[in-house]
Structures are given as structure tokens and as C-alpha cells.
């Protein structure tokens, strides 16, 4: 089975801003469920945000506000907007494509790293 | 929020031997409409993203090897691994797909004892 693959990742300073990438061979980004889910080093799953089929999005109470989801689809991409990053927003990003709200196959994920 | 709590947070088992996980939830996850469990399993080797084991509370993936099942209902799930191999090593995951915000457990590692 075919994974989404993440790009994007790299260091920035807090209060800073970057934008992950997700391509998904073999399907588009605009057909299915697409997930966000971080992991900080050492720690467990949290989940970001998901954009459904019809465009609506659901995001974690902490990053509402400060990220935004969106596709393009002449790009067959999937993007998250990050901004006024925090130190705590340290992690690896994994993109996912879902059937519904299950988290279903997950790409290799993408490191973020927020620091001075 | 619907919080997910794991528990044990580890556990160590002999090869061979059954290990079981359980999940939690601070609501029901049973939606009368379809009289399912929306409850799902991630398995997550060292190194590895995280792979879907199980949904629907009992519903393996495609792929997944029958000793792994989910039971359970409403507030209370279990992973269970009937007779534990070398390369069911990991951490695991609940989640509920329920309702936004999705929410994770915190995690069972299992080891070999």
C-alpha cells in the first residue's frame, strides 16, 4: 500500500512560520479524508487536523487559529499552514489519509523543529 | 475533549504468550445510529510511523494478522495479542474516530520478558 509522503520540515525560530507538504501516490488529496498527527521526540500521537472530502476542516483546540489546512488540486497537494510556532510545537508531522475520522495509512513524517 | 486513557503504560510478555491492553474512554463511543464502537488501534514499531491495526473496536485492517483483536463497547476497549511475537514489539495505540477533536491514548509499550 501506497503512503502520503511529507516534505517540508526544517527548523525555525518561535514565532515563526512553515509549511508542510503532502503528496499521496496514487490518490488525490481532494478524494479522501487527509489527517495531521504529531508526535513530539520522545512522546505520544496528537492528532492536529483533518479536511474532509468536501473541504471542511477540524483542528486540536491547540493549534486552532495558528494552522490552517488546505489542498491544491491542479498540485494533488495537501498543505499545513503553520504559524506563531511554539517551542511545544516540536515534533515529527505525520500526513495520513483517512476513511472517515480513522487515521489510516501514514506517510514516513517530517521533522519540525521550533527553537531560538 | 473525549479523553483516552491506556493502561498498563508498559508490559512485558513471555514469546508465545497472550498480551492484553486496554483503552478507556470518558464517553461512550457507541453510536445508536449504526450500533457501532468507534474506537480505533495503532500499532507503532521503533522508528516507524504508526500503523492502523484495528477500527470499529474489533474490525482488523486488511493485512493484519489474526492474532490481534479488539473487543469491547462503550467506555471500555481491549487490544489483545493472542500468542506474542518478536515483531509485535512496539507501542499501541487507542484512538477514538468518534467525534473531532480525534484523541489519542497515551500509549502501551509492549516488550518481551
Known amino acids: 500500500e501506497v503512503s502520503p509522503v511529507e516534505s517540508g520540515g526544517g527548523l525555525v525560530q518561535p514565532g515563526g512560520s512553515l509549511r508542510l507538504s503532502c503528496a499521496d501516490p496514487?490518490?488525490?488529496?481532494?478524494?479522501?479524508?487527509m489527517h495531521w498527527v504529531r508526535q513530539a521526540p520522545g512522546k505520544g500521537l496528537e492528532w492536529v487536523s483533518v479536511?474532509?472530502?468536501?473541504?471542511?476542516?477540524y483542528y486540536a483546540d491547540s493549534v486552532k487559529g495558528r494552522f490552517s489546512v488546505s489542498r491544491d488540486s491542479s498540485k494533488d497537494t495537501l498543505f499545513l499552514q503553520m504559524s506563531s510556532l511554539r517551542v511545544e510545537d516540536t515534533a515529527v508531522y505525520y500526513c495520513a489519509r483517512g476513511g472517515g475520522f480513522v487515521v489510516r495509512y501514514w506517510g514516513q513524517g517530517t521533522l519540525v523543529s521550533v527553537a531560538p | 475533549d473525549i479523553v483516552m486513557t491506556q493502561s498498563p503504560d508498559s508490559l512485558a510478555v513471555s514469546l508465545g504468550e497472550r498480551a492484553t491492553i486496554n483503552c478507556k474512554s470518558s464517553q461512550s463511543l457507541l453510536s445508536f445510529s449504526d450500533n457501532k464502537n468507534y474506537l480505533a488501534w495503532h500499532q507503532q514499531k521503533p522508528g516507524q510511523p504508526p500503523k492502523l491495526l484495528i477500527y470499529?473496536?474489533?474490525i482488523r485492517e486488511s493485512g493484519v494478522p489474526d492474532r490481534f483483536s479488539g473487543s469491547g463497547s462503550g467506555t471500555d476497549f481491549t487490544l489483545t495479542i493472542s500468542s506474542l511475537q518478536a515483531d509485535d514489539v512496539a507501542v499501541y495505540y487507542c484512538?477514538?474516530?468518534?467525534?473531532?477533536?480525534?484523541?489519542f491514548g497515551g500509549g502501551t509499550k509492549v516488550e518481551i520478558k
Open positions: 496514487g490518490f488525490s488529496v481532494s478524494n479522501d479524508w
Open positions: 470499529w473496536a474489533s
Open positions: 484512538q477514538q474516530h468518534y467525534s473531532a477533536p480525534l484523541t
Open positions: 479536511v474532509n472530502t468536501g473541504g471542511t476542516t
